[in-house]
């Protein structure tokens, strides 16, 4: 298998999933500062112009961070991550989705708005400036409300670690990364980010 891969949180989730999974993928580098990404020969391979993508064996394309990480969990080896009943699979998913939609996505919204508008605003449509603060102020929001309902707790979905916690760990780098604050006044995300980074996955 081939994944597509660039810097970014999402492809970034894809390669810990595997490397958690022990996956070794093939991996394909695509320069999205430069705009490689959104070149026919990229768009050929995912219309919608993100990475990470997922090319199987047979050809056919996967794209869409935690459904590539889906597929790899039902095929790869080893333990699920995802979970081994449905009440487990059903509360990893639970978390999953308030981490994608809660957090990943006004982060990343907030962030195309401001500090990633040269970059992005020739290429997609960008929230206006004006609505940047907001929509970091929503990620920050979700992330207050797990720092609350996870203490006590080692991992975002129970004990073992999950799709939520690698979801949450490189979106939570990602922020790091790009100047935002988002482990101060958290303790329990600051000291589960301290246990995530220390994983060899981390390094993936
Ligand atoms: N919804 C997609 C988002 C993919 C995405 O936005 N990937 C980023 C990298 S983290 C990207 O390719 N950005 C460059 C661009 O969109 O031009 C997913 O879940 O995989």
């Given at each position: 298998m081939k994944l597509y891969t660039s810097v970014g949180p999402n492809p970034r989730v894809a390669r810990m999933f595997a490397a958690e999974k022990g996956i070794a993928l093939d991996l394909a580098e695509i320069d999205i500062l430069a705009g490689d990404n959104r070149q026919d020969s990229y768009l050929a391979v995912n219309p919608f112009g993100g990475t990470p993508a997922l090319v199987l064996d047979d050809g056919a394309v996967l794209t869409e961070t935690t459904a590539i990480c889906e597929y790899l969990d039902e095929?790869?080896?080893?333990?699920?991550l995802i979970g081994d009943t449905p009440e487990r699979r059903a509360e990893t998913r639970m978390w999953t989705r308030r981490i994608d939609l809660g957090f990943a996505e006004p982060l990343t919204l907030g962030f195309r708005a401001a500090e990633g508008r040269a970059m992005f605003a020739p290429r997609v449509i960008v929230a206006d400036e004006a609505a940047a603060d907001d929509l970091k102020a929503m990620a920050f929001a979700t992330l207050d409300r797990l720092d609350a309902h996870c203490a006590?707790?080692?991992?975002?979905?129970?004990d073992a670690v999950t799709l939520a916690d690698i979801l949450l760990f490189c979106f939570v780098e990602f922020a790091l990364l790009v100047?935002?604050?988002?482990?101060?006044?958290?303790p329990w995300l600051a000291t589960w980010h301290a246990a995530m980074a220390a994983r060899p996955s981390a390094s993936a």
């Open positions: 095929t790869g080896p080893g333990p699920s006590g707790r080692a991992q975002v979905a129970g100047g935002m604050t988002p482990l101060a006044g958290r």
